[in-house]
């Protein structure tokens, strides 16, 4: 009995400190986010949120155009997606915010965007397989994209 109270306590303790500190490791093409607000794109004033549905474009036809995707409530935190186009094509997808209720969550997430990232540039869609063990993730990561790809017009 004393060794299940102990470690209810000590997980509680660790899901608390997780939950209250900053995150640990960030993985690629993540900016890591300050601690108790959004991560934001280089160009954002620290502190500040990106707008859920900024498009940025280049002139000329075909140009690169980018959108952030709508930030994505899933069942351990919170991502949103932003999505570079040239032309139509896809040319690279990039997590703008990712926020996380635990570590396992932000483990878990490191593991996959990048699989994530090279499904959408090989599907050049938000029409992706979502990975086994992080369904949720994977949910969240589609609804950004598609919401970044519908303010390009993108289909």
Do not use: F, W
């Amino acid at each position: 009995m004393t060794i299940a109270t102990a470690s209810g306590l000590a997980l509680v303790l660790v899901t608390h400190v997780a939950a209250g500190s900053s995150l640990a490791a960030t993985p690629a093409g993540v900016t890591r986010p300050n601690q108790g607000t959004q991560a934001t794109t280089p160009t954002t004033p620290t502190g500040s949120s990106p707008p859920s549905n900024s498009t940025s474009t280049t002139a000329g036809p075909g140009g690169r155009r980018s959108a952030t995707g709508a930030v994505e409530q899933y069942g351990y935190g919170e991502i949103s997606v932003k999505i570079t186009v040239q032309g139509t094509r896809i040319a690279q997808a990039s997590v703008v915010t990712l926020q996380t209720a635990e570590s396992y969550s932000q483990q878990l997430a490191q593991q996959i965007i990048p699989t994530l990232q090279s499904e959408v540039l090989s599907a050049q869609s938000a029409q992706i397989s979502t990975i086994s063990g992080a369904t949720y993730t994977s949910e969240g990561y589609a609804a950004s994209v598609q919401s970044a790809l519908d303010q390009l017009g993108i289909k």
